[in-house]
């Protein structure tokens, strides 16, 4: 990214803004035509049944789609000015300035400290002093530097399933990104983990522009200041098969979504009719 381009990136309302976005897995189409615009430093939630295009949508804002084999993506997704799937943009850095969490905590098989120091030593950072300070500062900003700044050399696999998932938040705004994006980050915690990231999201958010998939409606409407609802199209074939895709249906604040949704479909999957 151009450097006049990338010192925009504090100025707007928006981070990200998807135009007629459709994703391909080889012929297949998964997504048709998502168009929304994410708001900076808010929380968008993307919801809908299993299938509707959700976590796909997610991973084509920083090109994680382009890891998967036969992957396509038409449209534009604009950052700071700029289409992110222009010939002239490199994808490593796109995920360096929109950071991931995945559904299930990754930590690498190195030690606490080593998790977290492990992007910017990628990005060429090599004193000591600076990388303790990354480091603290990183396991402070999510919520994890009390209960393991006495055992930084333990490993991080070491660490329970909540801990395991602050320490990949950790190591996720250790390379300062813009943006982070969460697939479905609390699906495997128990309820007390899962309040513990969700409070971390809202600190998060001060800083941060946070983008989550969640199956669970209850967490979208505690922690989204806007919510996209994805569902799933589908057109008969012959022999009694069928074509699908995910559309977006309607995105707008997260209580107009569940106390006043504009269309019946979003009502339906609301009120548990189908999912």
Request: hydrophobic share 40%; glycine share 8%.
């Amino acid at each position: 990214m151009s450097a006049a381009k990338a010192a925009r990136q504090t100025t707007g309302a928006y981070a990200i803004e998807l135009h007629n976005v459709n994703v391909f897995y080889g012929e297949k189409l998964a997504v048709k035509d998502v168009s929304l615009n994410i708001q900076r430093q808010k929380i968008t939630a993307f919801i809908g049944p299993s299938g509707c295009g959700k976590s796909t949508v997610l991973r084509s804002i920083n090109r994680m789609n382009d890891l998967i084999g036969g992957a396509r993506v038409t449209g534009e997704v604009v950052y700071n000015g700029e289409n992110l799937y222009a010939s002239n943009i490199d994808a490593v850095e796109v995920r360096r300035r929109i950071g991931m969490v995945f559904q299930k905590a990754n930590p690498f098989p190195k030690s606490i400290y080593d998790n977290v120091a492990y992007g910017p030593r990628l990005l060429g950072v090599r004193g000591k002093k600076q990388l303790d300070e990354i480091v603290e500062r990183s396991l402070k900003g999510s919520f994890l530097w009390d209960e393991v700044k006495n055992d930084l050399k333990k490993s991080g696999l070491a660490l329970s399933g909540g801990q395991q998932q602050r320490l990949c938040i950790a190591r996720t705004i250790a390379i300062e990104p813009d943006t982070i994006l969460m697939d479905e980050p609390c699906s495997a915690l128990d309820p007390i983990a899962t309040q513990a990231i969700e409070e971390l999201m809202r600190e998060l958010v001060k800083k941060y522009t946070i983008v989550i998939v969640t199956h669970n409606m209850q967490q979208a409407q505690r922690v989204a200041d806007m919510t996209a609802f994805f569902s799933i199209r589908k057109e008969a074939l012959e022999g009694g098969k069928d074509r699908r895709w995910g559309v977006l249906v309607e995105y707008a604040h997260t209580p107009q979504i569940f106390e006043s949704p504009q269309f019946e479909e979003t009502e339906r999957y609301i009120g548990g009719e189908f999912g």
